[in-house]
């Protein structure tokens, strides 16, 4: 009897641990655990964000939709809109107590990421619970510490990085302007064949800054109080110039693209000869859709250019805040800051911390081919500029609307 017994006890013992062995998971051929997640019930996310660019959209829409859908069993919805909507939606979102948005990840940075902290519209802070952040960003970095001089403080996670180059196509330009003043004279020589878009156009605005920083320096700007008359006496000499400027400049400077989509297809057209960009890694993305011509290259003044940081981060009031936690741990990862930054996916410069990859991680990038319009990483970077503090960019607008746009009316 007691024979018996044992055996059943064993048969019994036998038939739990396969049971516990097939509810755990199977293993790859290395002996590593395959992820389950792409068995649980399916999430969605909604990534909220400009949606101006093709190339960006196809990025989201393709390899970062697949990626997460793959992992994660994540449902990733693009929404396009513009950032002072999106603000707008959350901010009438918390007034009216609502605990459950419409929101999981916003696309974000400068003055809209100090705007939306302030008001308490943004979850966090979140970034230290990312794997990929603690494994391969800095977070002692400036680029991920601060966001337009805004300390993020864990309620934004770098998505990619930006610097501003010029964009020109070199069949109708032989020679490229090194400074302002030769801009300048580059304009009164081939009238009506430059112009750059009206700030607050994102791009605009840049251009406007860079002008800024050529011609009187960054330095006082990054400790500057956000006072109009101060930042006024700052800049002035960059606004007499941008008014000198004026009546070279495309339809006399009596009109400005009103978007820098509008300036890209008018250079496309081949109505102006110069454009734009905040993406160095943009106009070799264009070059190989077709956009805009095979000649177009890409400068940047002696002294340097603006670059920055664009971020995403989690609104207060998120429905899938786990969910939009996976998706932003993915943007992060090796592969997707790869795909990224190749030109033929978007050419967005990657934020990982090259000290934090290892060598065959490295090779991923190093394997990458940039394209023909983009500056070499070594030049850009030797001549990498940092923002203003987001306080005083609404300012600088200001007076830009002031003296120089008023003008033409």
Known sequence: MKKKLLAILLILSMLMLSACSSQSGS????????????????????????????????????????????????????????????????????????????????????????????????????????????????????DVMFDFGVATEGYEVPFGKAQFVMVYDSSLLSQVPADHKALLEMAKNNPGKFTYPAPPDFTGSAFVRNIIYDIVGYEQFLTMDADYDTVKSAIMPAMDYLKELKPYLWNEGKTYPASLSILDNMYADGEVFMTMDYNPNSASSRISTGEFPEATKTFIFDKGSIGNTHFVAIPFNSPNVEGAKAVINEIISVEAQAKKYDPSGWGDLPVLDNSKLSDDEKKVFDSIPLGKATLPQDELMSKRMPELPAKLVPIIEQIWMETIAAESN
């Open 27 to 142: 293993t790859d051929a290395n002996g590593e655990a395959e992820e389950a997640n792409t068995t649980s019930e399916q999430t969605t996310v909604t990534f909220y964000g400009w949606g101006g660019s093709e190339v960006t959209n196809a990025w989201i829409d393709g390899y970062l939709t697949d990626a997460v859908a793959k992992k994660y069993n994540i449902k990733l919805e693009r929404v396009g809109m513009n950032i002072d909507e999106i603000l707008n939606l959350l901010l009438n979102e918390k007034q009216a107590g609502t605990d459950k948005g419409s929101i999981d990840i916003i696309w974000i940075n400068g003055e809209n990421f100090a705007s939306a902290k302030e008001n308490g519209l943004l979850f966090g802070p979140f970034a230290s619970e990312l794997e990929n952040f603690s494994k391969y960003l800095d977070p002692n970095s400036p």
